[in-house]
T-cell receptor, first 115, second 110 residues
Framework: EAGVAQSPRYKIIEKRQSVAFWCNPI?????LYWYQQILGQGPKLLIQ????????DSQLPKDRFSAERLKGVDSTLKIQPAKLEDSAVYLC?????????????FGPGTRLTVL | SQQGEEDPQALSIQEGENATMNCSYKTSINNLQWYRQNSGRGLVHLIL?????REKHSGRLRVTLDTSKKSSSLLITASRAADTASYFC??????????FGTGTRLQVFP
């Protein structure tokens, strides 16, 4: 079975620019997650979708970050404008359903460098 | 922050040796999970242990959970160079989302 796909794999931008990341989850997975992983730390959940609805976005910096999951499949995460502290790997994950007993499958991530 | 903490932060061993890493967390949980992250395969789920379980095995992995001490340990037996990776524990804190710890970087030398 195909895994979680993400693009681009790498992105370098200057501060105050905007950037967008794309994620295609495993087919049939209703729940989709975006995590931010800063170098040397564990992943931090930014937003969780159940189909095309937002379940949890309590950790999403909404003044600059936005995410959508149209039609309950693919998802995009956008940062506008970017700050230096946004440099991180952005991981997308999916699972069959909500609840932590559903195994999360992670994509390869997008490494963002903000200069 | 409710983020758990792993220790040690880094561990270096020779192939064939056992590796033990520990995770401490803050409040009650439904389950605790261990993940591995390396450059080749990204972040991969290893094992889940429920709060009413004390020990679980999967191949060369052994996980223990002590809810009275709010701690868990991951033992990798007969380590291989391919086990070189960062290992994270993740807890749910009775919610439907995971909080990841800070990770242990394991280096296995051939």
């Amino acid at each position: 079975e195909a895994g979680v796909a993400q693009s681009p794999r790498y992105k370098i931008i200057e501060k105050r620019q905007s950037v967008a990341f794309w994620c295609n989850p495993i087919s049939g997975h209703a729940t989709l997650y975006w995590y931010q992983q800063i170098l040397g730390q564990g992943p931090k959940l930014l937003i969780q979708f159940q189909n095309n609805g937002v379940v949890d976005d309590s950790q999403l910096p909404k003044d600059r970050f936005s995410a959508e999951r149209l039609k309950g499949v693919d998802s995009t995460l956008k940062i506008q404008p970017a700050k230096l502290e946004d440099s991180a790997v952005y991981l997308c994950a999916s699972s069959l359903g909500r609840g932590t007993y559903n195994e999360q499958f992670f994509g390869p991530g997008t490494r963002l460098t903000v200069l | 922050s409710q983020q758990g903490e792993e220790d040690p932060q880094a561990l270096s061993i020779q192939e064939g040796e056992n590796a033990t890493m520990n995770c401490s967390y803050k409040t009650s949980i439904n389950n605790l999970q261990w993940y591995r992250q390396n450059s080749g395969r990204g972040l991969v789920h290893l094992i889940l242990i429920r709060s009413n379980e004390r020990e679980k095995h999967s191949g060369r992995l052994r996980v223990t959970l002590d809810t009275s001490k709010k701690s868990s340990s991951l033992l990798i037996t007969a380590s291989r160079a391919a086990d070189t990776a960062s290992y994270f524990c993740a807890t749910d804190y009775n919610t439907d989302k995971l909080i990841f710890g800070t990770g242990t970087r394991l280096q296995v030398f051939p």
